[in-house]
């Protein structure tokens, strides 16, 4: 009983920072936009927040700081894809190669300290399930969520009845991008209270996939975010204890994002997929 | 401010913007630069010393620029048929494996080098198909699908070297043995530069070219890729024109993988040795060459220079090589961002002309 305890508890501390950038991309692409720079913008968040600590701030600020550097970085994606139209996919690849640059560069100077004030786990595993709760009444039960619903599904429809789609768009990126900044402090305060350059290790990419997999619904991100938590932990657990080799472990999360979306694919329900998702808005166009 | 289009766009305005956007992009990274607390310019002025100004990092030059020069011109083609394949670096790792397992496997003959260039093709192809696949079947996106691929690939070497292919010689170390000599790719001397690989590369480059816009595949590829309703109108078979073009790409990634370890390191070693993440500069190579595999024999010395660069600052200035993910990620940014001005023109009058009159366009 104790050892299902302690698992489920691990896999809740796995899946946080998977659960708070999910959310966070939810609510982007729920809006309409796809962000895939989440790789990128936790790697900035995670080194903003550990350098804000790092220098004797309290770590609401480092949080805060965390949050403000993935804000930055969705704002530039929200810059070139909606000022400059550019392909919102290959801005979230930039985006994400650039993050992991900036953060790998000026982390360089923090990389193998440990952290004094350490934060603690659960603040950030309970924080994320509250959002999860939150946005799911936000959706479904009030005029704002309706309206960011409607920018992401029709928004010539929207911009019809006077809203404005653009900055609907912007707010949700940022809003994305604090998320997955939040997500990243989670790992160099809490998690691993350190800065390691890749320390990310492509927990960005799997919110990506996560987001897919929970057919856009931040209820459903609960439990998609519990489901990866376990198999990490459980490749931590099963390391060297059963006859599988250690690589293989460690490739499982990935291949089984690819099953995933296969089976999710297979089974047609990307049709939960907001009906303008990807698509740059300008009015009297087509 | 707004944007005009311009109907037909010069050649001439599409090199300026490209142009143009590069320096940008060299101004954002030297502010990075700044921000680090190195001197841009000194930082730039090491990157041109050490490589260019210099005849062993020209030879470095070289050697970065034979992957990214197969690769590119591949991605170029998988780009134009709207298929975005970031898994290069996978591909590349396959394409590695593959070789290696005939290097190390099959008996040596005259015939051993081709046939790990036909297996490394085949293989990182066959990757690339896989996530064509997946698309067509199961509409599972192939920048998620690749993406993951890579991580699939790497783990797979790095298991493969540590056991069942590890080298009975090396002990604690995590790499194969070394390829008999009939495996090897000769070098030029005293550099690292493998130059059947980069003849290889050169005359793919000038043949998908070739390919693209003087044959009708090439032509239904382009069709494909810009207007995928007008192929089905058309009647062409989408299907098996992404599968020629998945084989390609990921086939030319896996070329790469065959000549970094038959031509430099002679065995499998561990991933992040074999490639430095060529796969991902490799995309800004086809993005600056705007989908024309010839011009990736300028786009890609170019970015060969900022990955020996990478190299130098690492050396002579004690930056971390992530400095080469800065300047991939700013110019790729500053491409995507710039493609605006060449199809539009920058009115600044605020007139604007009633919408609506021209009707649904």
Redesign the interface.
Known sequence: MDEILNALTRAASFGTPLLLASLGAIVCERSGVVNLGIEGMMALGALAGFAVAYSGSSLWFAVLAAALAGVAAALLHALVTMTFRANQFIAGLALTMLGLGVAGLLGKPYEGFPLSDTALEWPFTLGAGLLAIALYGVFFYTRAGLLLRSVGENPAAADVLGMNVALVRVLATAFGGALAGIAGAFLSLAYRPSWTDGMTVGLGWVAVALVIFTGWHPLKAVLGSLFFGVLYYLQFRLQGSVAVPTEVLAALPYILVIVVLAVIGARGQQGNAPESLGRPYRRGER | MRFTPLLNPSRWRTLQVSSLAVIVALLIVGI?FA??GVNPLTAYWEMLRGTLLDSRGLAEVARRMIPLLLIGAGLTLAFRAQF?N?GAEGQLLFGAMAAGAVALFLPITPLTLPLMFAAGALAGGGLALLAAW?RQ?????E???T???N??A???M??LI??PWKGKNVRGFMYSDEFAAGAQLPMIPNTLVHYPTLVLAILLAIALQILLTRTTLGFELRVVGENSSAAKYAGLKTSSIVTIMALITGGLAGLAGVGEVAGIHHRLLEPGQISLGYG?TA?IVA?LARGNPGLTLLTAPLMAVILAGGDVLKISLN??F?????????M??CL?????FITNKLVWSRAVKP??SGG??
């Open positions: 990075v921000l680090s975005f970031i997946l079947r199961f509409a599972v996106n920048i998620l699908s993406l993951m691929l991580y699939g790497f783990y797979l790095l298991y540590g056991g991902f995309v993005w930056l971390p992530r400095i080469v993910d800065v300047f991939s990620g700013v790729l940014l995507i961002a710039s493609e605006i919408t609506g649904a366009s």
